[in-house]
């Protein structure tokens, strides 16, 4: 070597590496080179990574973003303003949404501004005297000195609410600044905004930018942000960047070799990624693994990034002039030109393109010509990959080679990576020369072994790596160094010339042994290919795999290409450039053109007869001999035996019937939860409570098989009867209806489902597609191939049409194994829809009970680790020990007793248990399940088009098994989870938790410390072997079988029917009795026959022929005999290793190529398999070579966010016209994905999910009611006056009049209320129940469930179409756009004014009447008595609430009939918002702050008040239209927030006094009870009206009266006329309506019960009473409170409770009422007398209420005597004569309660209590409150 080349090679550590690894193999007599990728990139690895984690806080790059700075030395860039896309706003001071920005327009509004956020104003230079609000991130902007201030940006549009803008130029282009200059952050953010007193939004301080030029970059801590995976509070960022696309106006071939971006304005998307909102370590650790480990590649800038998104990332944002990526990332120009055409799309692995020379490749120069007969010269057509430069035109024999663009788009897009640092000066960083690339290309190519293929994604990672370790020193002088004048200069140091690269070029192959063939044009590329065809037609390129062709003759640049010759890596490359369209093109080519006949000449020359069945059934007559004499009872267990034919029967083996497992419960259960999410969210996109039943259709891929596998599925699981669409005796033919095969005839019965969709509104259609990876091809693609293939684009003709999407009654459920196509930047389906199959156990800990064990890809992988001692997948077999036992044929119908001789099975299940060799030949399986008693599955000939993840899965998939869990498997069958396998990826959702072994039988130890087993030659995987033998189903006679008691009697068990697992149809055959298990063999379309067989799909064919792997099975592959071993064909049978027992055990085993295994079983360092990191689905493209890699420490959900941000649609993929990219808006609604594992029960999942949804929707159309029957029914008064006319609709007054007065409770609520003693009853103690438990009262309430009628009230969970406009979806008005109104009226009573608040919606402003608009609210607008319409309602309702803004019965919508109403919540100060924000478009009525913590009387007594003071102001305001005042409608209702619906009862009696009457009760609309009562003759005459309560436990005689002059509850309709000076005790919690009731009717007013209407209460079990919580006020003191704590003594040191005294007063009395009236304990003949108040002591005592207003109506009570007197705040019209009319029994108790202890003595002297009642001073008590909160005294004493 010389030394003018010694310095340039070290200029770099690769270089210096290659020369000492060349001149090394020089030196040596060893032909191979110490591997210079192994020195460089796998053991510098670790090295680098600890070094650039190391520097990763410190070391952050400074950037320059003064206005002024450094503009005059390196002037900027103009800016290019991109235009904004079509449809948007435009309009200056408006956000591309069209909502308005402008401070003078919003300032007033309210603004949701998130923590950490602030708003600032943005000056517009179109607008200067405007500023723009704008939310932003205060930790971009500047502290008070001006430092500090992170660079970058992050804000949010305060117009539409978007957020998540990193960058301030996407920002400025949606707020429409209309920039000419690069926006800058400092240039036009100027000030902060801040509220005033009166909460407007005014400009504030400006932003001190000052200082920015010289600040020091803040140290960040956060470590899951940055621009791929920023601040995961962003739950909902979703990024705007554009997608890259396909531009067909590129230009194509060489004239494009220069940067991208001089041709293309496309760019790559590094937008944010979305966690759900769970910021996990194992996010932070995501983070950390993908973005800032060195060793794998991610985008450059984000090295050292552990911070918020910053500005240095603008080079790959939409706006950027300087694009990564041209044409088609990853793809090229060519390939963008070649796929508008809509040909169809090419797999993006490996050296991939499309196979086919007329791929337009510009060339230039002389052409080329090809020689004839070049692939019968070498077997195989050379692949051609165009390099660098100029290519030339080739001619002749075209058919014979193939050429692709796929090595110069890989070369293009390693050249755009270091374009990201661009932006820091003129002399960015270099990116890897042409030259360097092609010879680590060459390098690449040494390496290989002879049985590798080259691999895209390799060469990518290795460009990558050398760039950034070649340029690591500048990159961080980049990142750390503070602004200068000048950028550093770039490396002296030159790279590899043109003129050193032929030679060293030839240097590096020069060790290969020939595999790599280098040759150097003088000219051009033409000469080159000359004389490689030459060489090849002489034979001299038989030893070699690769041709370099390489030509430096122009100065500028190199032209090279890369022909491949070698015939396997021709082979495989060839195939892998086919689409499996095209694939299945060349297969049927090779059919026609007479392969068949050739298979059918070779098989005839086997059986001279030309049948063979003929060969088979002489092959089993010389055998029959020997299968009998083997029959010894020695070899028999007590497990086996004969049936009548000799053949022997395993009764070990049986299979259990269908049942669901825990997995799949928790899967439908999730499913379930995904959709009442959907239908929670305020998109009003699913009405879950307007569906009455589910339907469903399930759509699958046109396969025969599938199609009844299906069938047999939901046959069996019960879902059609279950979901009432089926009767018990169902045909078949009924099942199909509900099964859809995407063929050429399933438009008509999809046609067909959506016009059931649309004829049943109130049905839930969920569309099921299931294994939905499956032609995902673009109805636009259909249209160029509809002439050929009508099935093409089927499904997105069909489950994507717009019928399907805008049906709001249809869900689309997609189900696949590999949903990675479904996971693009443009997919339809949001990543909060999608359910992953849950992880089986977590840190160890099994999380659901199982019986059986999935046995998947992870467990495959785990089988080759060394330790096992026979791994289950293979690159090499002894598969060829099967056909000994060929020619048992004729005993398959006999072992499985099937008497039909014409039987034929309809799916793969029915194999079950048959000797059978099952040949698979197509393209693709489509979901087909194949039986559990799998024994082999050989995927050797599967094609080389696998080379995707998708497909590579699902050919893997076939192999999927349940194992039973019962037994411990053996080595070969290890159970511990791998945890670097792809397929955990696809199985595991636990976002928080670290995947543990899943049962491990051996320790777990490190997966990077186990070594790869090797015995997978023929040598080492031997037959003979005594494991070999056990792995492979062959039994030893040798082998003992003592195995415990129980492992004879324990039978496997397999899956259920519902899984897709191992079930055999149980109905469509009779059970196998025994049988050994199956084989499957996967081969390559072409070299088989497809035979005429039953079992036949589009694109497969099965071949059954016979074979017994329960004989003991010879050795083969050269191996010595085992000595044990019998002959072959011999029958021995042991239960307990019989083999259909032993397949429930043990997987089977799996035969790949070499180049498949290796890719599945290698792993990257950090131990994620090769094959997770290829291009997912072939119909997807990467939007970026210049990615993170993914992680195995991934799960399901993160992996989802990857493949959307890094992955985009072909032309022809069905979702690539979905532009939203990734916005919330993109993603249809009602679709969802699930994924998981193959074969591993989706197919049972989402037939559970169907259940379990019909369950649910039959619930949310049920409500739970209270049920309860009326109390003290016996006690009720007895009188000659009885209300007799049956028949009358409306009471007749003068007969209503006589009535008396019931004073007993009847209502069941009231159970533990006292009793209140009246004239006519006689009460005895056994009449009353006993007390229940105050903890009881609540739980033991009865309920019955009912089914929502039409009728009902609902809670805000009810978005039907019909009460849209009802609850605020009103297309004139805002959401929320109401005003607040101030009221305010005296009440002398109080002493003071009272001021109320009105929230007023504008939709309801016609309900009011104001001063003006918008003005002075005056009164509510009442209709008149005579008014006689039926249009609407006349009463006001009001409902007071608490604690139920979301559970309250608000909605009386369908009640009403849609009829008109004005309903008012009356809702206390503190809750209005919550309330606010769930009913938008109701009235609320605020309460005063003072009543915050007050009962539900204070509510109930300024409802009274306030529409009494409004009654006379609208009689002054209609009196001056001529209105009398009488005539206006003095009624409100007041009406509890739980009731749910209205009953009633219609009467046919045989007449008018006849007791002989039937009844029966309906469900009718409030509407029409309303307008009935208020239709009423002489209605106002009536101060309160009500209705029963309803009860399933009504009496006749409850109905029999229509009428009754009773308490009412719940729902009254109160005359605030005449009731004028009766008012509700505005302190009272509990009883305030029993109260009341007693004070109107001794007020003289008449109350009136409808007992022919009820109404049925909800119940609810938050809010309401229950959200008064009585608790200590010392903090720390957590012990609970029991009512005897309630009160105290004055003056103690009791612990004071933080509730009101009321409340506390009348919880004590109604416990403990005893300790004050001792006497009236049980004592019903003598009652405590209670003066003006009902208060509640409790069920064992009974009270006497009067009334000591003047002219009252009470009882008499001149013959009783109490045994107490309770005095509760009485005014002055009680009076010691008043009381002295009463008398009492001697020792009887006095209680008086007042509101403090001075008013407690004026009263006791006021009434002369003392001169009949005896006090001590020890009688004095205080409700437990601290003397702020107003305690309330007591005073007790005894009659003297």
Same mark, same amino acid.
């Given at each position: 070597?010389?030394?003018?080349?010694?310095?340039?090679?070290?200029?770099?550590r690769?270089?210096?590496?290659?020369?000492?690894?060349i001149e090394?193999?020089?030196?040596s007599?060893?032909?191979?080179?110490r591997?210079?990728?192994?020195q460089?990139y796998?053991?510098?690895?670790?090295?680098?990574?600890?070094?650039?984690?190391?520097s990763?806080?410190?070391?952050?790059?400074?950037?320059?973003?003064?206005?002024?700075?450094?503009?005059?030395?390196?002037p900027?860039?103009?800016f290019?303003l991109?235009?904004?896309?079509?449809?948007?706003?435009?309009t200056?001071?408006f956000?591309?949404?069209?909502?308005d920005l402008?401070?003078?327009?919003?300032?007033?509004?309210?603004?949701d501004?998130?923590a950490g956020f602030?708003?600032?104003?943005?000056?517009?230079?179109?607008?200067?005297?405007?500023?723009?609000?704008?939310a932003?991130?205060k930790?971009f902007l500047?502290?008070d000195?001006?430092?500090?201030?992170?660079l970058?940006?992050?804000?949010?549009?305060?117009?539409?609410?978007?957020?998540?803008?990193?960058?301030?130029?996407?920002?400025?282009?949606h707020?429409?600044l209309?920039?000419t200059?690069?926006?800058?952050?400092?240039?036009h953010?100027?000030?902060y905004?801040?509220?005033n007193?009166?909460?407007?939004?005014?400009?504030?301080?400006?932003i001190?930018?000052k200082?920015?030029?010289?600040?020091?970059?803040?140290?960040?801590?956060?470590?899951?942000?940055?621009?791929?995976?920023?601040?995961?509070?962003?739950?909902?960022?979703?990024?705007?960047?554009?997608?890259?696309?396909?531009n067909?106006?590129?230009?194509t071939?060489?004239?494009?070799?220069?940067?991208?971006?001089?041709?293309?304005?496309?760019s790559?998307?590094?937008?944010p990624?979305?966690f759900?909102?769970?910021?996990?370590?194992?996010?932070?650790q995501l983070?950390?693994?993908?973005l800032?480990?060195?060793?794998?590649?991610?985008?450059?800038?984000?090295l050292?990034?552990?911070?918020?998104?910053?500005?240095?990332?603008?080079?790959?944002?939409?706006?950027?002039?300087?694009?990564?990526?041209?044409?088609?990332?990853?793809?090229?120009g060519?390939?963008?030109?070649?796929?508008?055409?809509?040909?169809?799309?090419?797999?993006q692995?490996?050296?991939?393109?499309?196979?086919?020379?007329t791929?337009?490749?510009?060339?230039?120069?002389?052409?080329?010509s090809?020689p004839?007969?070049?692939?019968?010269?070498?077997?195989?057509?050379?692949?051609?990959?165009?390099?660098?430069?100029?290519?030339?035109?080739?001619c002749?024999?075209?058919?014979?080679?193939?050429?692709?663009?796929?090595?110069?788009?890989c070369?293009?897009?390693?050249?755009?990576?270091?374009?990201?640092?661009?932006?820091?000066?003129a002399?960015?960083i270099?990116p890897?020369?042409?030259?360097m690339?092609?010879?680590?290309?060459?390098?690449?190519?040494?390496q290989l072994?002879?049985?590798?293929?080259?691999?895209?994604e390799?060469?990518?990672q290795?460009?990558?790596?050398s760039?950034r370790?070649?340029h690591?020193?500048?990159?961080?002088?980049y990142?750390?160094?503070?602004?200068?004048?000048f950028?550093p200069?770039?490396?002296?140091?030159?790279?590899?010339?043109?003129a050193?690269?032929?030679?060293?070029?030839?240097?590096?192959?020069?060790?290969?042994?020939?595999s790599?063939h280098?040759?150097?044009c003088?000219?051009?590329?033409?000469?080159?290919?000359?004389?490689?065809?030459?060489?090849?037609?002489e034979?001299?390129?038989?030893?070699t795999?690769?041709?370099?062709?390489i030509?430096?003759?122009?100065?500028?640049?190199i032209?090279?290409?890369?022909?491949v010759?070698?015939?396997?890596?021709?082979?495989?490359?060839?195939?892998?450039?086919?689409t499996p369209a095209?694939?299945?093109?060349e297969?049927?080519?090779?059919?026609?053109?007479?392969?068949?006949?050739s298979?059918?000449a070779?098989?005839?020359t086997?059986?001279?007869?030309?049948?063979?069945?003929?060969?088979?059934d002489k092959?089993?007559?010389?055998?029959?001999?020997?299968i009998?004499?083997?029959?010894?009872?020695?070899?028999v267990?007590?497990?086996?035996?004969?049936?009548?034919?000799?053949?022997?029967?395993?009764?070990?083996?049986?299979?259990?019937?269908?049942?669901?497992?825990?997995?799949?419960?928790?899967?439908a259960?999730k499913?379930?939860?995904?959709?009442?999410?959907?239908?929670?969210?305020?998109?009003?996109n699913?009405?879950?409570?307007?569906?009455?039943?589910v339907?469903?259709?399930?759509?699958?891929?046109?396969?025969?098989?599938t199609y009844?596998?299906?069938?047999f599925?939901v046959?069996?699981s019960?879902?059609l009867?279950e979901?009432?669409?089926e009767?018990e005796h169902?045909?078949?033919?009924?099942?199909?209806?509900?099964?859809?095969?995407?063929d050429?005839?399933?438009q008509?019965?999809?046609?067909?489902f959506?016009?059931?969709?649309?004829?049943?509104?109130?049905?839930?259609?969920?569309?099921?597609?299931?294994?939905a990876h499956?032609d995902?091809?673009s109805?636009?693609?259909?249209?160029?191939?509809?002439q050929?293939?009508p099935?093409?684009?089927?499904?997105?003709?069909l489950?994507?049409?717009?019928?399907?999407?805008?049906a709001?009654?249809?869900v689309?459920?997609?189900?696949?194994?590999?949903?990675?196509?479904?996971?693009?930047?443009?997919?339809?389906?949001?990543?909060y829809n999608?359910i992953?199959?849950?992880?089986s156990c977590?840190?160890g800990?099994?999380?659901?009970?199982?019986?059986?064990?999935?046995?998947?890809?992870?467990?495959?992988?785990?089988?080759t680790?060394?330790?096992h001692s026979?791994?289950l997948l293979r690159?090499d077999?002894?598969?060829?020990a099967?056909?000994t036992?060929?020619?048992k044929?004729?005993?398959?119908?006999?072992w499985q007793?099937?008497e039909?001789?014409?039987?034929?099975?309809?799916?793969?299940l029915e194999?079950?248990?048959l000797?059978?060799?099952?040949i698979?030949s197509?393209?693709?399986?489509?979901?087909?399940?194949?039986?559990?008693?799998?024994?082999y599955?050989?995927l050797r000939?599967i094609?080389?088009?696998?080379?995707?993840?998708?497909?590579?899965?699902?050919?893997?998939?076939?192999?999927?098994?349940?194992?039973s869990?019962?037994v411990?498997l053996?080595?070969?069958?290890?159970?511990?989870?791998l945890?670097?396998?792809?397929?955990?990826?696809?199985?595991?959702?636990?976002?928080?938790?670290?995947l543990?072994?899943?049962?491990?039988?051996?320790?777990?130890r490190?997966?990077?410390?186990?070594?790869?087993?090797? &015995?997978?030659? /023929?040598? @080492? $995987?031997?037959l003979? #072997?005594?494991?070999s033998?056990? !792995?492979? =189903?062959?039994?030893?006679?040798a082998?003992?079988t003592?195995?415990?008691?129980?492992?004879?009697?324990r039978?496997?068990?397999?899956?259920?029917?519902?899984?897709?697992g191992?079930?055999?149809?149980?109905k469509?055959r009779?059970?196998?009795?025994?049988?050994?298990?199956?084989?499957?063999?996967?081969?390559?379309?072409g070299?088989?026959?497809?035979p005429?067989c039953s079992?036949?799909?589009?694109?497969?064919?099965?071949?059954v022929?016979?074979?017994?792997s329960? &004989?003991?099975? /010879?050795s @083969? $592959?050269g191996s010595s #005999?085992s000595?044990?071993?019998? !002959?072959? =064909?011999?029958w021995?049978?042991?239960?307990?290793?019989?083999?259909?027992?032993k397949a429930?055990?043990?997987?089977?085993?799996?035969?790949?190529?070499k180049?498949?295994?290796?890719?599945?079983?290698?792993?990257?360092?950090?131990?994620?398999?090769?094959?997770?990191?290829?291009?997912?689905?072939?119909?997807v493209?990467?939007?970026?070579?210049?990615?993170?890699?993914?992680?195995?420490?991934?799960?399901?959900?993160?992996?989802s966010?990857?493949?959307?941000?890094?992955?985009?649609?072909?032309? @022809?993929?069905m979702?690539?016209?979905?532009?939203?990219?990734g916005?919330?808006?993109?993603?249809?609604?009602?679709?969802l994905?699930?994924?998981?594992?193959?074969?591993?029960g989706?197919?049972?999942a989402?037939?559970?999910?169907l259940s379990?949804?019909?369950?649910m929707?039959?619930?949310?159309?049920?409500v739970?009611?209270?049920?309860?029957?009326?109390i003290?029914?016996?006690?009720?008064e007895?009188?000659?006056?009885?209300?007799?006319?049956?028949s009358?609709p409306?009471?007749?007054?003068?007969l209503?009049?006589?009535?008396?007065?019931?004073?007993?409770?009847h209502?069941?609520?009231?159970?533990?209320?006292?009793?209140i003693c009246s004239?006519?009853?006689?009460?005895?103690?056994?009449?009353?129940?006993?007390?229940?438990?105050?903890?009881?009262?609540?739980?033991?309430?009865?309920?019955?469930?009912?089914?929502?009628?039409?009728?009902?009230?609902?809670?805000t969970?009810?978005?039907?179409e019909q009460?849209?406009?009802?609850?605020?979806?009103?297309?004139?008005?805002?959401?929320y756009e109401?005003?607040?109104?101030?009221?305010?009226?005296?009440?002398s009573?109080?002493?003071?004014e009272?001021?109320?608040?009105?929230i007023i919606p504008?939709?309801k402003?016609?309900h009011?009447v104001?001063?003006q608009?918008?003005g002075?609210?005056?009164?509510m607008?009442?209709p008149?008595?005579?008014?006689?319409?039926?249009?609407?309602?006349k009463?006001?309702t009001?409902?007071?609430?608490?604690?139920?803004?979301?559970?309250?019965?608000?909605?009386?919508?369908?009640a009403?009939?849609?009829?008109?109403?004005?309903h008012?919540?009356?809702?206390?100060?503190?809750?209005?918002?919550?309330?606010?924000?769930?009913?938008?478009n109701?009235?609320?009525?605020?309460l005063?702050?003072i009543f915050?913590?007050a009962?539900v009387?204070?509510?109930?007594?300024?409802?009274k008040?306030?529409?009494?003071?409004?009654?006379?102001?609208?009689?002054?305001?209609?009196?001056?239209l001529?209105?009398?005042?009488?005539?206006?409608w003095?009624?409100?209702?007041i009406s509890?927030?739980?009731?749910?619906?209205?009953?009633?009862?219609?009467?046919?009696s045989?007449?008018?006094?006849?007791?002989e009457?039937s009844w029966?009760?309906?469900?009718?609309?409030?509407?029409?009870?309303?307008?009935?009562?208020e239709?009423?003759?002489?209605i106002?005459?009536?101060?309160?009206?009500?209705?029963?309560?309803?009860?399933?436990?009504?009496?006749?005689?409850?109905?029999?009266?229509?009428?009754?002059r009773?308490h009412?509850h719940?729902?009254?309709?109160?005359?605030?006329?005449?009731?004028?000076?009766?008012?509700?005790?505005?302190?009272?919690?509990l009883?305030?309506?029993?109260?009341f009731?007693?004070?109107v009717?001794?007020?003289?007013?008449?109350l009136?019960?409808?007992?022919r209407f009820?109404?049925?209460?909800?119940?609810?079990?938050?809010?309401?009473?229950?959200?008064?919580?009585?608790?200590?006020?010392v903090?720390?003191?957590?012990?609970?409170?029991?009512?005897?704590?309630y009160?105290?003594a004055?003056?103690?040191k009791?612990t004071?409770?933080?509730?009101?005294?009321?409340?506390?007063?009348?919880?004590?009395?109604?416990?403990?009422?005893?300790?004050?009236?001792?006497?009236?304990?049980?004592?019903?003949?003598?009652?405590?007398l209670?003066?003006?108040?009902?208060?509640?002591?409790?069920?064992?005592?009974?009270?006497?209420?009067?009334?000591?207003r003047?002219?009252s109506?009470?009882?008499?009570c001149?013959?009783?005597?109490?045994?107490?007197?309770l005095?509760?705040?009485?005014?002055s019209?009680?009076?010691?004569?008043?009381?002295?009319?009463?008398?009492?029994?001697?020792?009887?108790?006095?209680?008086?309660?007042?509101?403090?202890?001075?008013s407690l003595?004026?009263?006791?002297?006021?009434?002369?209590?003392?001169?009949?009642?005896q006090?001590?001073l020890?009688?004095e008590?205080?409700?437990?409150?601290?003397?702020?909160?107003?305690?309330?005294?007591f005073l007790?004493?005894?009659?003297?």
């Open positions: 070597m010389g030394n003018s080349y010694a310095g340039q090679l070290k200029t770099t690769f270089e210096e590496v290659l020369h000492n690894s090394a193999s020089l030196r007599n060893n032909l191979v080179p591997p210079i990728f192994s460089l796998l053991e510098a690895e670790q090295q680098l990574a600890a070094l650039e984690g190391g990763r806080v410190d070391n952050e790059e400074e950037e320059e973003e003064g206005e002024g700075g450094l503009e005059t030395n390196s900027p860039n103009p290019q991109h235009p904004p896309p079509e449809g948007c706003c435009t200056d001071g956000c591309q949404a069209g909502k402008r401070l003078v327009s919003i300032s007033n509004e309210p603004i501004v998130p602030l708003l600032v104003g943005a000056k517009s230079p179109s607008l200067p005297d405007h500023l723009l609000v704008c932003v991130d930790r500047p502290d000195n001006g430092h500090n201030a992170l970058g940006f992050s804000g949010n549009c305060v117009g539409c609410g978007k957020k998540g803008f990193c960058y301030f130029t996407e920002f400025s282009n707020i429409n209309k920039l200059t690069q926006p800058k952050k400092q240039k953010l100027k000030y905004l801040v509220r007193a009166q909460g407007t939004l005014t400009k504030g301080p400006l001190c930018w200082g920015s030029e010289f600040r020091s970059r803040q140290i960040p801590t956060s470590t899951c942000s940055g621009s791929f995976f920023p601040a995961l509070e962003s739950t909902a960022a979703f990024p705007s960047e554009s997608i890259p696309g396909t067909p106006s590129i230009l071939g060489a004239q494009q070799a220069g940067p991208a971006s001089d041709h293309s304005s496309l790559a998307t590094v937008g990624a979305v759900n909102g769970k910021d996990s370590p194992k996010c932070q983070a950390k693994n993908n800032l480990a060195l060793p794998r590649p991610s985008a450059l800038g984000i050292s990034n552990s911070g918020p998104p910053k500005k240095r990332h603008k080079g790959w944002s939409p706006e950027s002039p300087s694009a990564p990526d041209g044409g088609y990332p990853q793809s090229g060519n390939r963008a030109k070649y796929e508008s055409t809509g040909v169809s799309c090419v797999p692995v490996g050296l991939v393109g499309p196979a086919s020379v791929f337009p490749v510009v060339a230039s120069g002389e052409p080329v090809v004839d007969n070049l692939l019968k010269i070498c077997k195989a057509k050379p692949v051609i990959f165009k390099g660098h430069g100029n290519f030339p035109y080739l002749g024999n075209l058919n014979d080679v193939v050429v692709s663009p796929l090595l110069y788009t070369y293009q897009n390693s050249q755009s990576v270091s374009r990201a640092y661009e932006q820091y000066g002399s960015a270099q890897i020369s042409e030259e690339q092609l010879l680590l290309t060459v390098y690449y190519l040494v072994a002879a049985d590798q293929v080259p691999l895209m390799d060469l990518e290795i460009f990558l790596r760039w370790e070649s690591l020193t500048e990159i961080r002088q990142q750390q160094a503070p602004p200068q004048p950028p200069a770039p490396s002296a140091a030159a790279p590899v010339t043109s050193q690269l032929p030679w060293l070029a030839s240097l590096a192959a020069s060790s290969c042994n020939d790599v280098v040759i150097e003088a000219y051009s590329l033409a000469e080159g290919l000359s004389e490689m065809f030459r060489l090849l037609v034979g001299k390129l038989a030893k795999n690769y041709v370099v062709i030509c430096a003759c122009r100065s500028a640049a032209d090279s290409c890369i022909a010759t070698g015939k396997y890596q021709a082979r495989i490359l060839s195939e892998s450039l086919l095209e694939y299945q093109k297969v049927n080519y090779e059919l026609v053109t007479g392969k068949v006949d298979l059918g070779f098989f005839s086997l059986c001279p007869e030309g049948d063979i069945d003929i060969l088979l092959f089993h007559q010389e055998n029959q001999g020997h009998s004499s083997s029959l010894t009872a020695s070899s267990t007590k497990a086996a035996s004969l049936d009548v034919s000799g053949t022997p029967v395993c009764t070990s083996y049986h299979l259990e019937p269908h049942s669901i497992r825990p997995f799949q419960l928790a899967v259960q499913l379930l939860s995904h959709v009442c999410s959907i239908a929670d969210s305020s998109t009003q699913l009405d879950l409570g307007s569906f009455e039943k339907d469903f259709l399930i759509c699958i891929p046109p396969s025969e098989v009844q596998q299906t069938l599925h046959w069996h019960g879902v009867l979901l009432g669409l009767k169902m045909t078949k033919q009924r099942v199909e209806q509900y099964v859809l095969k995407l050429a005839e399933a008509t019965k999809f046609k067909a959506l016009q059931n969709s649309f004829q049943n509104p109130h049905t839930l259609f969920v569309l099921i597609h299931d294994h499956w995902l091809v109805s636009a693609v259909h249209n160029l191939y509809s050929s293939d099935s093409v684009g089927l499904v997105d003709r489950l994507n049409c717009r019928e399907v999407k805008e709001p009654n249809i689309t459920l997609h189900v696949t194994s590999f949903p990675y196509a479904l996971q693009t930047q443009h997919t339809l389906i949001s990543p999608e992953h199959w849950p992880a977590s840190n800990v099994d999380l659901y009970h199982e019986n059986k064990k999935y046995f998947g890809l992870s467990e495959f992988i785990e089988s680790l060394s330790g026979l791994p690159y077999s002894s598969f060829e099967m056909v036992a060929l020619g044929r004729n005993f398959l119908l006999m007793k099937i039909d001789v014409e039987w034929r099975p309809q799916t793969y194999l079950e248990g000797p059978c060799i099952l698979f197509g393209m693709d399986p489509h979901g087909e399940s194949l039986p559990r008693s799998l024994r599955c050989d000939l094609n080389s088009s696998c080379l995707v993840r998708t497909a590579l899965e699902q050919e893997l998939g076939l192999a999927a098994y349940f194992v869990n019962e411990p053996e080595k070969g069958a290890r159970n511990e989870a945890e670097s396998d792809a397929e955990k990826l696809s199985s595991t959702d636990n976002e928080d938790e670290e543990g072994t899943e049962g491990s039988t051996l320790e777990k490190s997966p990077m410390k186990r070594e790869r087993s090797h &015995s997978h030659d /023929s040598a @080492s $995987s031997s003979s #072997s005594k494991a033998g056990s !792995a492979l =189903g062959g039994e030893s006679s082998q003992p003592g195995l415990p008691q129980g492992e004879h009697a039978s496997p068990q397999p899956c259920g029917p519902t899984e897709e191992r079930a055999p149809g149980e469509q009779p059970r196998a009795s025994q049988g050994p298990p199956s084989a499957i063999s996967r081969h390559s379309p070299l088989i026959p497809q005429d079992l036949k799909t589009s694109q497969r064919s099965v071949q022929s016979v074979t017994s329960c &004989s003991q099975l /010879s @083969s $592959s #005999s000595s044990v071993a019998p !002959a072959a =064909g011999t021995v049978l042991q239960a307990s290793q019989c083999s259909l027992t429930c055990r043990q997987p089977p085993v799996v035969f790949l190529p180049l498949v295994y290796d890719m599945v079983v290698s792993t990257d360092s950090s131990g994620l398999p090769k094959a997770a990191s290829l291009l997912p689905s072939p119909s493209m990467w939007a970026s070579s210049f990615r993170p890699l993914l992680s195995k420490t991934m799960t399901s959900t993160e992996q966010l990857y493949y959307r941000q890094w992955t985009v649609p072909r032309p @022809s993929h979702d690539y016209g979905n532009r939203a990219e916005r919330v808006d993109g993603f249809h609604p009602r679709r994905l699930l994924s998981g594992p193959p074969q591993i989706k197919t049972g989402y037939l559970q999910f379990v949804l019909s369950r929707l039959v619930r949310l159309t049920e739970d009611v209270y049920d309860e029957e009326e003290n029914i016996n006690l009720r007895e009188s000659d006056w009885h209300y007799l006319q049956l009358d409306w009471p007749d007054l003068e209503f009049k006589k009535l008396p007065f019931d004073y007993i409770i209502d069941p609520k009231y159970e533990d209320a006292s009793l004239h006519y009853q006689s009460i005895k103690s056994e009449d009353r129940g006993m007390s229940r438990k105050p903890e009881d009262l609540y739980v033991r309430r009865q309920t019955a469930r009912m089914r929502l009628s039409k009728y009902a009230a609902y809670n969970y009810h978005h039907c009460c849209h406009q009802y609850m605020g979806f009103h297309p004139r008005y805002q959401l109401s005003t607040l109104h101030a009221f305010a009226f005296s009440y009573m109080l002493g003071e009272i001021q109320l608040h009105f504008k939709s402003e016609h009011f104001f001063s608009p918008g002075q609210l005056e009164s607008r009442l008149l008595v005579t008014d006689k319409s039926h249009e609407y309602i009463s006001p009001f409902t007071p609430t608490t604690g139920r803004h979301e559970h309250g019965l608000f909605n009386l919508y369908h009403m009939d849609g009829a008109s109403h004005l008012v919540l009356v809702v206390k100060e503190y809750e209005m918002a919550i309330y606010k924000k769930y009913w938008p109701h009235i609320m009525l605020v005063p702050s915050n913590s009962g009387g204070a509510a109930h007594f300024l409802i008040e306030l529409s009494y003071h409004n009654l006379e102001l609208e009689r002054n305001r209609q009196e001056e001529g209105i009398k005042p009488q005539d206006i003095p009624f409100i209702v509890d927030d739980s009731c749910v619906m209205w009953n009633v009862v219609d009467v046919d045989a007449g008018e006094r006849s007791r009457f029966s009760e309906r469900n009718v609309s409030l509407k029409h009870i309303m307008q009935h009562i239709a009423a003759p002489n106002t005459h009536y101060a309160l009206l009500g209705l029963r309560k309803w009860s399933s436990k009504t009496r006749a005689s409850e109905v029999r009266e229509p009428f009754s009773c009412v719940n729902f009254i309709i109160l005359n605030v006329d005449l009731t004028q000076n009766v008012q509700y005790n505005q302190n009272r919690f009883c305030d309506d029993v109260d009731n007693l004070r009717h001794s007020a003289g007013l008449l009136c019960r409808f007992n009820s109404v049925m209460k909800k119940q609810i079990v938050v809010g309401g009473h229950r959200s008064f919580h009585i608790t200590s006020k903090s720390d003191n957590s012990a609970a409170v029991v009512p005897a704590q009160i105290c004055p003056d103690s009791h004071f409770l933080a509730a009101p005294a009321q409340l506390l007063l009348e919880k004590f009395l109604q416990h403990h009422s005893h300790h004050f009236f001792p006497l009236s304990l049980k004592n019903h003949d003598h009652p405590v209670s003066v003006d108040c009902y208060l509640n002591l409790g069920s064992q005592i009974s009270v006497c209420y009067v009334s000591s003047p002219h109506l009470n009882i008499s001149s013959d009783l005597l109490f045994s107490g007197l005095l509760y705040l009485c005014d019209f009680v009076g010691a004569s008043f009381l002295k009319k009463f008398h009492f029994l001697k020792g009887a108790t006095l209680c008086v309660i007042c509101q403090d202890r001075s003595r004026q009263t006791v002297v006021r009434l002369e209590l003392e001169d009949e009642w006090f001590r020890r009688d008590f205080q409700t437990a409150n601290a003397r702020e909160d107003r305690p309330l005294f007790t004493g005894r009659h003297i």
